[in-house]
């Protein structure tokens, strides 16, 4: 099945959807990793 222009289209814009959801989830992940590192080294802090 040959792939017309708007089928090129589609999927060069999935392609970068997908690429800023993926940057959005990573950057999430960090911040989710950084905050509980955060909470235990305060909840370690407190104990002291």
């Known amino acids: 099945m ?3 222009a708007a089928g090129q289209g ?3 814009y999935s392609v970068r959807v997908e690429l800023l959801f993926t ?3 990573v950057l999430c992940c960090v911040a989710i990793a950084w905050f509980s590192v955060y909470v235990v080294y305060r909840l370690l802090q407190d104990h002291r």
């Open 10 to 12: 589609h999927r060069h």
């Open 2 to 4: 040959p792939l017309t």
């Open 23 to 25: 940057i959005l989830m």
